[in-house]
């Protein structure tokens, strides 16, 4: 099946370490997303990548990292540096930049301990 | 002023009632909108997109833009308590969607 996996669905990091949340799809598209969702917020985007080797900031980068290798997989990297990390994470993909369709995955929840 | 706006809610319907979800946006240049669906502790799914104004219906749902008030709407006819979730409108910004904070609806039997 064609789709968006995310890994793991629940996280938990110690205040201080990094922790790197996996993307993986396989509807050979271009462009990928992050986003963070937290309770009465909606939706914030966090990067994007619309070709691999190629990522660009979104709304709220500071204290993330990303890597586009391969097309297929899109992990981001929560760093210390990022002050309030307990969220629900969503990646996303689209055929193209023009996203006029993204898909989702399940999400992972991460919590810090 | 957010670019895309909503109402949180909870709505909270009985079942069969017409369901009216709602979202402005500021910047008149957008000419997709989408509509999303997303149950609980589960990842968005698109339910539909429309381009420019007008209405876009799907089974027992209609999504209408207007340009002129910079409003968009989501109709659902005869609400199922399977429709209960938090509905997000989205609208396409050169290569990124941005969100509105997504309407918590219940229905109940």
């Known amino acids: 099946d064609g789709g968006i996996t995310q890994s793991p669905k629940y996280l938990f990091r110690k205040e201080g370490q990094n922790v790197t949340l996996s993307c993986e799809q396989n509807?050979?598209?271009?462009?990928m997303y992050w986003y963070r969702q937290d309770p009465g917020q909606g939706l914030r985007l966090i990067y994007y990548?619309?070709?691999?080797?190629?990522?660009q900031k979104g709304d709220i980068a500071e204290g993330y990292s990303v890597s586009r290798e391969k097309k297929e997989s899109f992990p981001l990297t929560v760093t210390s540096a990022q002050k309030n990390p307990t969220a629900f994470y969503l990646c996303?993909?689209?055929?193209?930049?023009?996203?006029?369709?993204?898909?989702f995955g399940q999400g992972t929840r991460l919590t810090v301990v | 002023q957010k670019e895309v706006e909503q109402d949180p809610g909870p709505l909270s319907v009985p079942e069969g009632a017409i369901v009216s979800l709602n979202c402005t946006y500021s910047?008149?240049?957008?000419?997709?909108f989408m509509w999303y669906r997303q149950y609980s502790r589960k990842g968005p799914e698109l339910l539909m997109y429309?381009?420019?104004?007008g209405n876009k219906e799907d089974g027992r749902f209609t999504a209408q833009v207007d340009k002129s008030s910079k409003y968009i709407s989501l109709f659902i006819r005869d609400s199922q308590p399977s429709d209960s979730a938090t509905y997000l409108c989205?609208?396409?910004?050169?290569?990124?969607?941005?969100f509105g904070t997504g309407t918590r609806l219940q229905v109940f039997p």
């Open positions: 989205a609208r396409y910004n050169t290569d990124k969607l941005i």
């Open positions: 429309t381009y420019s104004s």
């Open positions: 996303a993909s689209s055929i193209d930049r023009l996203n006029t369709e993204a898909f």
């Open positions: 509807l050979n598209h271009d462009a």
């Open positions: 990548s619309q070709i691999v080797n190629d990522f």
């Open positions: 910047n008149s240049a957008f000419q997709y």
